[in-house]
């Protein structure tokens, strides 16, 4: 159970930056009020962050991940079922690796 | 109109922490490697442990352990963590409409607990029409609890439970966006910002490896395009 000084500042300046980033963003809006244009961006924010998220990781992936991401699509738009939809996705990419 | 709503109910953080089991179930693979990251860049357990209860971010911690050296680069993984970590500056206006009525250690809390996969539940049940904060803390609290805890097992576990490489057990954590990003779609407008936004991002993972930039302008990208394309077809009709 050692705690290194360094180590310990490098914890601290990386908890610090994260945070910065987790509460930075809101509260700058939240002082500033921005510009309605901006305001607007945010209805489409949540879709292109996890579509820019997926697409280079399918782009430099495999069979694996292509067949996962399908699967996982197909079910997700059939039963809506998060749980399922992730199961599903990594069983079948599973298939892919074991029979690879 | 939302005044007399509840803000932090304690049914809807229990609601958050249940409706989320199935994203925390993909966050332990991740949880494991990065403890054994930890522990053969020489970190004690209570230091890798610390780190994950205080930074709780995992591709910023990973980034960070890959480079390590002694004495620890405390500039060097700070700037990674806010480099990586960027992305959760655009996630947070976004839920403004939920945090904006915390208060105190609600707000702090809430916005500490806030990660990639809880942030998404969250605007999904937001755009369903819900109004009460306390689901992203909910799911963001056990999520904490479950991403120290697989830390520090993947710690004192070490080599013997790493998972290779290329296991599919790692593609859970990408089933989660996708599984997600099938709620999010809102039909045909979504397209092309969607296009954008998949363009961007390829071209600059591949500009700018090994931080979060590529999402940041992925997503600046693809919503400019779409808030562009609204006005000009607003100003045209």
Redesign the interface.
Same mark, same amino acid.
Do not use: C, K
């Given at each position: 159970?050692?705690?290194?000084p360094?180590?310990?500042?490098?914890?601290? $300046?990386? $908890?610090?930056?994260?945070?910065?980033?987790?509460?930075?963003?809101?509260?700058?809006?939240?002082t500033f009020s921005p510009p309605p244009?901006m305001r607007?961006?945010?209805?489409?924010?949540? *879709?292109?962050?996890?579509?820019?998220?997926?697409?280079? $990781?399918l782009?430099? *992936?495999g069979l694996?991940?292509w067949v996962?991401?399908l699967v996982?699509?197909a079910?997700?738009?059939a039963t809506?079922n998060?749980?399922l $939809?992730?199961?599903g *996705?990594?069983a079948a990419? *599973?298939v892919?690796?074991a029979a690879g | 109109m939302s005044q007399g709503r509840p803000r932090f109910s304690r049914a809807a953080i229990l609601e958050g922490a249940r409706?989320s089991?199935?994203?925390q #179930?993909?966050v332990v693979p991740f949880g494991l490697v990065c403890g054994v990251a930890a522990q053969a860049q020489g /970190?004690?357990?209570?230091?890798a442990t610390?780190?994950s209860g205080?930074?709780?971010?995992g591709s910023?911690?990973l980034l960070?352990l890959s480079h390590w050296s002694?004495?620890?680069?405390? /500039?060097a993984?700070?700037?990674?963590?806010?480099v990586v970590?960027?992305? /959760?500056?655009?996630?947070?206006?976004?839920?403004?409409p939920w945090?904006?009525r915390l208060r105190g250690w609600r707000l702090?809390a809430s /916005?500490?607990v806030?990660a990639?996969q809880n942030w998404?539940l969250s #605007?999904t049940q937001m755009q369903a029409g819900r109004w009460d904060a306390g689901f992203l803390f909910g799911s963001g609290a056990l999520m904490w609890v479950v991403w120290v805890a697989s830390t520090a097992a993947g710690h004192v576990l070490g080599a013997t439970m790493r998972p290779p490489a290329?296991?599919?057990?790692f593609?859970?954590a990408?089933?989660?966006?996708?599984? &997600?990003?099938?709620?999010?779609?809102?039909g045909r407008r979504?397209f092309v910002?969607?296009l954008?936004?998949?363009? #961007?991002?390829?071209l600059f993972?591949r500009l700018l490896p090994g931080t979060s930039w590529? &999402? #940041?302008?992925?997503?600046?990208?693809?919503?400019?395009t779409?808030?562009w394309r609204?006005?000009r077809r607003e100003f045209n009709a």
């Open positions: 159970m050692t705690l290194d360094w180590v310990l500042a490098a914890i601290a $300046a990386m $908890a610090f930056a994260t945070f910065v980033t987790r509460a930075g963003g809101y509260l700058l809006f939240r244009l607007a961006m945010l209805g489409y924010i949540p *879709g292109t962050l996890f579509v820019s998220y997926v697409a280079p $990781a782009a430099t *992936g694996q991940q996962g991401a996982t699509a079910v997700m738009l809506r998060l749980a $939809a992730i199961l *996705g990594t990419a *599973g892919v690796w | 409706s089991l199935p994203v #179930v993909a /970190l004690s357990l209570a230091e610390l780190m205080l930074v709780y971010a910023a911690q960070a002694s004495p620890a680069p405390v /500039l993984a700070g700037l990674a963590s806010f970590n960027l992305r /959760l500056a655009l996630m947070g206006p976004v839920l403004g945090l904006d702090w /916005l500490f806030m990639d998404a #605007v290329g296991h599919p057990l593609f859970a990408l089933a989660v966006f996708v599984a &997600i990003l099938v709620v999010m779609w809102r979504d910002p969607w954008v936004a998949a363009a #961007v991002s390829m993972a590529y &999402i #940041v302008l992925g997503a600046l990208a693809g919503s400019g779409g808030v609204d006005r």
